[in-house]
């Protein structure tokens, strides 16, 4: 069935390195992918999103890959902070009802 | 513009008790979700309304309902509590009427704790 998964639930860098959370899914016709960012406290925060017909989108600081041959996204964030440390989750829609797949998601530490 | 408001933050509850909680989304959004949310199971999603319609429903028990009032403000019930339904209840409210137009933008939760 549709899902989507992580490849590695905690990831831990360098302040100042660049980050790459993956994510893995499905469903060969998903056209909609979102990035989430949840603090410790909080709820989780929309980040940046893609759609099919693209392969990379840019926001601030972040990248959004997607390689629909092999099902895979990843999340770059470049020049990794302390404020960047929180859990982060790829989703997908599952019906056209504002009902999304949550990966499991994956743990960022930023080392100083 | 203000954000998706949960109330309350904390609830502790007892089995057997009943809770309700709230969630008031972002303005003109007319889309609410509910979202539970355990470290083991993940996110997982309870139920979704548009325009005051239950559009859909997740794989909880009947233990679990909630409504959407003509302003959009929603509710979500559990009754019977156990101690399983300890969790963060996340509300989340999107502008579009489908999930392939906009993202949800979800609130910081109602933290329950049942004991």
């Known amino acids: 069935g549709e899902s989507v998964g992580l490849h590695l639930p905690t990831l831990s860098v360098q302040e100042g390195d660049n980050s790459i959370i993956n994510c893995a899914y499905s469903n060969s016709a998903s056209d909609y992918f979102i990035w989430y960012k949840q603090e410790s406290g909080k709820g989780p925060q929309f980040i940046i999103d893609i759609r099919s017909n693209m392969d990379k989108r840019q926001g601030q600081r972040v990248t959004v890959l997607l390689n629909k041959t092999v099902k895979h996204l990843s999340l770059q964030i470049a020049a990794t902070q302390p404020g960047d440390s929180a859990v982060y989750f790829c989703a997908e829609p599952m019906n056209t009802g504002n009902q999304f797949y949550f990966g499991t998601g994956t743990s960022l530490t930023v080392i100083p | 513009k203000a954000g998706v408001t949960q109330t309350p933050r904390y609830l502790i509850k007892t089995r057997g008790q009943q809770v309700t909680l709230s969630c008031s989304p972002i303005?003109?959004?007319?889309?609410v979700s509910w979202y539970q949310q355990t470290p083991g199971q993940g996110l997982q999603f309870l139920f979704e309304?548009?325009?005051?319609?239950?559009?859909n429903k997740g794989n909880f028990p009947g233990r679990f309902s909630g409504r959407q009032f003509s302003n959009s403000r929603s509710e979500m019930n559990v009754s019977t509590l156990e101690l399983g339904d300890s969790a963060l209840y996340l509300c989340a409210s999107s502008l579009a009427a489908s999930s392939y137009n906009s993202p949800l933008h979800f609130g910081n939760g109602t933290r329950l704790t049942v004991t």
């Open positions: 309304y548009f325009s005051e319609t239950q559009r």
């Open positions: 303005s003109g959004h007319r889309s």
